[in-house]
């Protein structure tokens, strides 16, 4: 069975720092492109930043380019994002995702994770 535990979370004052884990397990992680995505309250789900199943490759949101870094962990099966000069318009429910395809996005997500609440105040 596939889990993904995110981790992470809480109230940040803008430009704070966060760093969010996703922990997985039941999937070969090195078979997995993983990406993060989040919700805001009363909007769609959107793409936030994904990592090649090797980790040579990282894409970008533009609104997060510079501010957000994604990385991972082969050996302790853990994805990261790392959150930095955070706005209240970061202000969402962050998921985790994992995809056995090349390319990361809603519609490719095989597995979610439960997601991590994370809110930035002003």
């Known amino acids: 069975q596939v889990q993904l535990v995110e981790s992470g979370g809480g109230l940040v004052q803008a430009g704070g720092s966060l760093r969010l884990s996703c922990a997985a397990s039941?999937?070969?992680?090195?078979?997995?492109?993983m990406g993060w995505f989040r919700q805001a309250p009363w909007k769609e789900r959107e793409f936030v930043a994904s990592?090649?199943?090797?980790?040579?490759?990282?894409y970008y949101q533009d609104s997060v380019k510079g501010r957000f870094t994604i990385s991972r962990d082969s050996a302790k099966n853990t994805v990261y994002l790392q959150m930095n000069s955070l706005k209240p318009e970061d202000t969402a429910v962050y998921y985790c995702?994992?995809?056995?395809?090349?390319?990361?996005?809603?519609?490719?997500?095989?597995?979610w994770g439960q997601g991590t609440q994370v809110t930035v105040s002003s």
């Open positions: 995702g994992a995809t056995r395809s090349a390319l990361v996005r809603l519609t490719t997500i095989d597995y």
């Open positions: 039941g999937v070969t992680f090195s078979s997995a492109a």
């Open positions: 990592i090649s199943r090797s980790g040579g490759s990282t």
